[in-house]
């Protein structure tokens, strides 16, 4: 069964600083990965996701990731933070199952000081 | 362009009464997925469809039942609800010809409260 694990519940940086979100996830082959972003009140949006070739992804507003396989980690990562990325971030992985089913980690809420 | 819509947005119960969520979507998807959102458990899937007529229980389903009997609409139905069941419900939908590689397009959400 496939997993997947956010380490940091909270986490806060100053607007402008960079960031960088953990996800590491178990699954047997190659999966597929994606960052949604979920503002307050709101549905979760697709900021990218990653399912073959270069292991460095692009994103929307500025969001990169990285997979690397030895780790099995996608990291999402943001030079310069802004006040309107506050908001909780989720991890999800996904397979060649039935149903294209995503299992979801238990999302990191981003706080940002001014 | 409404993509997935959710109705209500929000909603009261007392413990015991019944209720229905839809979820409508108008991009033709064949896979459609209801979850519940718990702080700090991330999203769970409830139950979900690969098709008109179809639907499949999920990690979470006990409590709930769903019909597909549309394709464009995924309806989840609380019986009896509980306090347990308070949660924000999400919808989401999926092509069936991208595989998994789509990833889900969401509806905003229906904040329920179990009293």
């Known amino acids: 069964a496939q997993s997947v694990t956010q380490p940091d519940i909270h986490i806060t940086v100053s607007e402008g600083a960079s960031l960088e979100l953990r996800c590491n996830y178990s699954y047997g082959a190659t999966p597929y990965l994606f960052w949604y972003v979920q503002s307050p009140g709101q549905g979760l949006q697709l900021l990218l996701k990653?399912?073959?070739?270069?292991?460095l992804v692009q994103g929307i507003k500025g969001f990169e990731a990285e997979f690397k396989r030895s780790q099995s980690s996608f990291n999402l990562r943001k030079p310069s933070v802004h006040w309107s990325d506050a908001a909780e971030y989720f991890c999800?992985?996904?397979?060649?199952?039935?149903?294209?089913?995503?299992?979801f980690g238990g999302g990191t809420r981003l706080m940002v000081k001014p | 362009n409404a993509g997935v819509t959710q109705t209500p947005k929000f909603r009261v119960l007392k413990t015991g009464q019944s209720m229905t969520l839809l979820c409508a979507q108008d991009?033709?998807?064949?896979?459609m997925y209801w979850y519940r959102q718990d702080p700090g458990m991330g999203l769970r899937l409830i139950h979900y469809s690969v098709g008109e007529g179809t639907t499949a229980k999920g990690e979470v389903p006990d409590g709930y039942n769903v019909s597909r009997l549309k394709k464009q609409n995924f309806l989840l139905g609380l019986e009896s609800a509980a306090p347990s069941q308070t949660s924000v419900y999400f919808c989401?939908?999926?092509?069936?010809?991208?595989?998994?590689?789509?990833?889900?397009?969401f509806g905003s959400g229906t904040r329920l409260t179990v009293v």
């Open positions: 991009m033709n998807h064949e896979y």
């Open positions: 989401a939908s999926t092509p069936f010809k991208t595989g998994p590689r789509y990833g889900y397009t």
């Open positions: 999800a992985v996904g397979n060649n199952n039935a149903g294209n089913m995503l299992t």
């Open positions: 990653y399912f073959s070739g270069d292991t």
